[in-house]
């Protein structure tokens, strides 16, 4: 069974950093393009950023370009989102989603990680 | 970026009835168009990717039709499993984008 199952979700001041995980299990995760995926408070979906399978190219939305950076350490089956310079617009459930072999959809979610921006 | 536009923004209806809702791309994807399902308090899951493809393990009540830039998603026979929210995302390319969702209710 594919499971996703993130952690590291908060309370962050504005212009403050957190870094979100995600772990893997149940398929080839060395095998897969990994992307993160939030949700807003008002239920919008928004991709967040994409890792290639092997962790070498990476993409991003101009809205958290040079702010997050997405890695991932495939000995670990472990996904991770760097996030910086944050802002109350990041405000979001932030799920991690497997890409699909056969295009830029999502296959899998996990549960999900909240992140909140307030001072 | 692609725009996707759905409606209606919300739906209610019965047990046993018939239900559509759309989704227009901003401009032409093909049929590179997933729907996904999202009941309360869950995550989205994939019912539909390349317009018409059901996900595995997806009940065949649920289709996906269209090309371009008009896409519907119908639901036959509502059960009540079905109630929540549905998404569409284009897949043609980066970046990915959804649209606002619509949210099934029971009437």
């Known amino acids: 069974e594919v499971m996703l199952v993130e952690s590291g979700g908060g309370l962050v001041k504005p212009g403050g950093s957190l870094k979100l995980s995600c772990a893997a299990s149940g398929f080839t995760f060395s095998s897969y393009a990994m992307s993160w995926v939030r949700q807003t408070p008002e239920k919008r979906l928004e991709w967040v950023a994409t890792i290639s399978s092997g962790g070498s190219y990476t993409y991003y939305p101009d809205s958290v370009k040079g702010r997050f950076t997405i890695s991932r350490d495939n000995a670990k089956n472990t996904l991770y989102l760097q996030m910086s310079s944050l802002r109350s617009e990041d405000t979001a459930m932030y799920y991690c989603?497997?890409?699909?072999?056969?295009?830029?959809?999502?296959?899998?979610w996990g549960q999900g990680t909240t992140l909140t921006v307030s001072s | 970026d692609i725009q996707m536009t759905q409606s209606p923004a919300s739906l209610s209806a019965s047990v046993g009835e018939t239900v559509t809702i759309t989704c227009r791309a901003s401009?032409?994807?093909?049929?590179?168009l997933a729907w996904y399902q999202q009941k309360q308090g869950k995550s989205p899951q994939l019912l539909v990717y390349?317009?018409?493809t059901l996900a595995e393990g997806v009940p065949s009540r649920f289709s996906g039709s269209g090309s371009g830039t008009q896409f519907s998603l119908k639901i036959n026979s509502l059960q009540p499993e079905d109630f929540g929210s549905y998404y569409c995302?284009?897949?043609?390319?980066?970046?990915?984008?959804f649209g606002g969702g619509t949210k099934l209710e029971i009437k």
């Open positions: 401009e032409n994807i093909y049929s590179y």
């Open positions: 995302q284009h897949h043609y390319g980066t970046p990915p984008t």
């Open positions: 390349n317009a018409k």
């Open positions: 989603a497997r890409r699909a072999l056969t295009g830029d959809y999502f296959d899998y």
